[in-house]
């Protein structure tokens, strides 16, 4: 059982891939970091010897991953919010940060339902 920054890294999956359980770790990174270590990625983390483990951890949290890096990230948006700036808005009325269309889109975040022309009509009966 393998654990990397407070989290136990899946025993069946190949390592390329169970590295990405750690929050700061994508695929770039875990095979970045295995090929530096000269671990084969398909490799099983059941069967990592102690000494490649203690250096995939050690080469993992040199990094700013899991816990620390929740904290910078939380803490950029808060002082987006507290200078007001524009994204500092957007984040507070939970609205897309990045440029999106809303008028349209992100209907889910907006609580907006899809208004068609015919909702909410009611029939006329004939006479």
């Known amino acids: ?8 890294i899946p025993d069946k999956k190949r390592l390329e891939i169970g590295l990405t359980a750690i929050y700061g770790v994508g695929r770039p990174r875990a095979e970045a970091t295995l090929k530096e270590l000269g671990i084969d990625p398909g490799t099983v983390p059941e069967k990592l010897s102690a000494k490649d483990e203690a250096a995939l951890r050690e080469a993992i949290e040199k990094n700013i991953v899991e816990g ?7 803490g950029n948006i ?12 957007r984040h507070m009325k939970k609205l897309p940060v990045r ?3 809303s008028k349209t ?19 006329l009966e004939k006479t």
């Open 68 to 74: 620390e890096l929740r904290r910078f990230i939380s």
């Open 78 to 89: 808060r002082r987006l919010k507290d200078i007001k700036a524009h994204r500092g808005i």
């Open 1 to 8: 059982m393998l654990r990397i920054a407070g989290i136990t």
């Open 105 to 123: 889109n992100s209907r889910t975040v907006r609580g907006n339902v899809r208004k068609t022309m015919t909702s909410g009509r009611r029939k």
């Open 99 to 101: 440029g999106q269309t």
